[in-house]
Each structure stands twice: as structure tokens, then as C-alpha cells.
């Protein structure tokens, strides 16, 4: 059974940054896309940065620059690094991984990403 567990949310000040972990367990596919999304409130869920098993990555032009995704396959754990918080960026992060690359492109969108974590709520002051 695949676990996904987000860490490393809180809060910041403007400016700031922080950096975002997720442990994925019981995850067996040598292919995949993984990816961060988040929910700021009162809006749907929007996808931030994907990452496959090749370690190509795609951003989401509302944080290209500021926000890097990264794995480590070697602990099973996806990053992402955020610099640069705007009180815009306070929300629910959440972590996803697919079953087994079911697309060519790791995709933005959420749908064909099956596991997903609880979420961790970064909060920016200004």
C-alpha cells in the first residue's frame, strides 16, 4: 500500500523560505510522476512542479524561479525548496505520485496522479 506524508509546512515571514518534504512508502514503479500542489483558500487545487523518474521537471509560471522541486530516490522522498513567500502562497501544500508514469509528460494536472498525502499548511505574513 503506497503512504504519502507531507512535512516541513508552517509559517513564514514575506520573503522567507521554507522547504517542503515528502515521504512516499510502499511506492514500487522504476517510472513515475510525482508532483506538488497546493490550495489556497477559496480556490481549487492548482499543480506547482512535477518531477519523473528521469528527473525532468515542469513548474507552474506563478512560481517558476522562486519554488524548486527535487527527489531522492535512494529515501524514497520529494522536495520542495520555496524562496522568495508571498502572502498569496499561504495555503494547503499537498504531495502526489502516480501510479507508474500514466503519462508520457508528467502532467500539472491532477487526475492522473493517484496517491496523495493529507496536506501541510504554509502560512506567509506580510
Known amino acids: 500500500q503506497v503512504q504519502v506524508e507531507e512535512s516541513g509546512g508552517g509559517s513564514v515571514q514575506s520573503g522567507g523560505s521554507l522547504r517542503l518534504s515528502c515521504s512516499v512508502s510502499?511506492?514500487?514503479?522504476?517510472?513515475?510522476?510525482m508532483g506538488w500542489f497546493r490550495q489556497l483558500p477559496g480556490k481549487e487545487r492548482e499543480g506547482l512542479a512535477v518531477?519523473?523518474?528521469?528527473?525532468?521537471?515542469d513548474y507552474v509560471d506563478a512560481v517558476k524561479g522562486r519554488f524548486t522541486i527535487s527527489r531522492d530516490n535512494g529515501k524514497n522522498t520529494l522536495y520542495l525548496e520555496m524562496s522568495s513567500l508571498k502572502p498569496e502562497d499561504t495555503g494547503i501544500y499537498y504531495c502526489?505520485?502516480?501510479?507508474?508514469?500514466?503519462?508520457?509528460?508528467?502532467?500539472?494536472?491532477?487526475?492522473?496522479?493517484?496517491?496523495w498525502g493529507q496536506g501541510t499548511q504554509v502560512t506567509v505574513s506580510s
Open positions: 502526489a505520485a502516480d501510479r507508474g508514469r500514466r503519462t508520457p509528460i508528467c502532467t500539472l494536472l491532477g487526475w492522473p496522479y493517484d496517491h
Open positions: 510502499g511506492y514500487t514503479y522504476s517510472r513515475y510522476c
Open positions: 518531477i519523473d523518474d528521469q528527473g525532468v521537471t
